[in-house]
């Protein structure tokens, strides 16, 4: 394999030589420089050469492969003529929509299939003439076998996150789709790890690729900085709500070993009136789907998730990530981590260390040397009066909002209301039922979701579910007791 070292040459997306079309694209999706994946790899996959590319995600990598598939697509052709391949649906739903912002220009048809999707829409799609395929492999090679996806005029194949699809099983899948895909094909794999299987793929699918490997894997993580707090379990949940009322994040990822601590962060923090949902693999893709618009909209500022559950999540600008239970594995801890930080912003990881969690947590500490400052458990009076600014000026938006609005029909009602009643009281029953009465309590929606009603349940550590994610054994049917508001708050 040949290799290729890792300068960061200065260049523009002008100088690396794309079309007026797409550049315009990339304009309009606000991109004014590459980032350093895009600077190596672009050049290489518009010379035609397979490419072996170790970059996470949050690096720019979608549009270090999106780009030069996009200048290579015949627009006058209505075949498909390239094909990425990713994990999971919700990156095929995020790599298609990148592409297709970057394809925007050049008028190209863009289509996502992946499983839990009406197979029709998408069958709809490929004869509508779609020219680039994003697709998870299950569902590519189910639509391949049902001869409704020809892959005979596919010119680049990228395989995105294939670290990933290899453990989640795809191997057996990843190859028979190769066999439908012709030989003289250019193809590209994105991998955050290159591990033995990858190093298989590559050597039976790849011809002679270039590696390109960013210098340094962990660079954006060192950006971002890291804190710790010295939490004892049982009032973790109340630490981090704390902690979230007193940084105010715009937005941020919470970070749980299981889905049973997932669903009772949520539920805790749903109660507490923060804009709060959960991601779990139990959700169907359509709540997925809903929770994550939610997110990105705004409307929920923290979602909290396990490892797996997370995988495949393209969020970014995220002001902080909070580690509530230490990882097993250091790895994930830099996983998690550089889920902030992104794009070369700044972003805080506060990481809730029981005194249980300590070895492992030094152990990481260690291993990446990261630059850690202790932080103090935050006062009960200092959350709730970050809190009460909080919700303050929501409230005061929301009633400015809604005057510009000409909402202008109960004013009558108010000043009725208003004789009859002291002022405070009634200011203070409405934003206590529009704030603080679990305004975005999406774990509710779940099963078992609130965790007030919830089974007791002990954590089996090492006990690992089909999905990877670590699974809790039922103990008895016992009623949890609801957990415990922080002071003052009654
Ligand atoms: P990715 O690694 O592809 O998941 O991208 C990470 C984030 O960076 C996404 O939000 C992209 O929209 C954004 N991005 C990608 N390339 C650029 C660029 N050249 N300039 C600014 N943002 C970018």
Request: aromatic share 4%.
């Amino acid at each position: 394999m040949s290799t290729t070292t890792t300068t960061t040459p200065a260049k523009t997306f002008q100088e690396l030589g794309l079309s007026e079309l797409t550049l315009q694209s990339i304009l309009a999706m606000g991109y004014e420089t590459p980032t350093a994946v895009q600077q190596e790899s672009i050049p290489i996959a518009l010379s035609g050469k397979d490419l072996v590319v170790q970059s996470r995600t949050g690096t720019g990598k979608t549009a270090a492969f999106g780009i030069p598939v996009v200048e290579k697509i015949d627009a006058d052709v209505p075949k498909v003529q390239a094909m990425v391949l990713t994990p999971t649906r919700e990156l095929t739903s995020q790599v298609c929509e990148e592409l297709t912002k970057i394809g925007a220009g050049r008028g190209l048809r863009v289509l996502a299939i992946y499983g839990g999707d009406p197979i029709d829409k998408q069958i709809n799609g490929i004869r509508d003439g779609a020219q680039i395929i994003v697709g998870t492999p299950g569902r590519v090679l189910d639509l391949l076998k049902r001869r409704e996806l020809v892959l005979s005029s596919v010119q680049s194949l990228v395989l995105d996150e294939a670290d990933k699809m290899l453990d989640m099983g795809f191997a057996q899948e990843m190859s028979e789709i190769m066999a439908f895909v012709p030989k003289d094909r250019q193809s590209s794999l994105f991998s955050a790890t290159v591990p033995l299987g990858i190093k298989g793929i590559i050597h039976n699918f790849l011809n002679d690729p270039v590696s390109i490997s960013l210098s340094d894997d962990f660079a954006y993580v060192r950006e971002v900085r890291h804190a710790y707090i010295i939490a004892p379990t049982a009032q973790k949940e109340r630490i981090l709500y704390q902690l979230i009322e007193l940084d105010q994040p715009s937005s941020s990822m919470i970070f749980c070993n299981t889905k049973n601590e997932v669903r009772s962060v949520s539920t805790f923090l749903s109660r507490q009136g923060l804009p709060v949902a959960m991601i779990s693999s139990d959700l169907t893709q359509k709540k997925r789907e809903q929770v994550m618009a939610q997110f990105r909209s705004g409307e929920i500022l923290h979602l909290v998730a396990t490892d797996v559950a997370a995988r495949g999540i393209d969020v970014f600008d995220l002001s902080h990530v909070f580690i509530y239970s230490t990882p097993d594995s250091p790895e994930d801890y830099i996983h998690r981590a550089g889920r902030t930080g992104r794009s070369g912003r700044a972003g805080d990881v506060v990481s809730l260390v029981a005194a249980t969690d300590l070895m492992n947590f030094n152990r990481l500490a260690n291993r990446y040397e990261l630059e850690l400052t202790e932080r103090n458990v935050p006062t009960e009076e200092e959350a709730l009066q970050k809190r009460n600014e909080r919700l303050i000026d929501r409230v005061l938006t929301e009633a400015r909002d809604s005057a510009s609005k000409g909402r202008t029909e109960m004013d009558g009602l108010a000043t009725v209301i208003l004789e009859h009643e002291d002022r405070n009281t009634i200011v203070s029953y409405l934003a206590h039922q529009r704030l603080v009465q679990r305004p975005k309590d999406v774990a509710a929606d779940e099963p078992g979701g609130d965790a007030g009603d919830a089974e007791v349940v002990e954590i089996k550590a090492d006990k690992t579910s089909d999905n990877g994610e670590r699974i809790a054994e039922k103990k008895s049917p016992r009623r949890r007791r609801r957990p415990r508001r922080p002071e003052g708050r009654r």
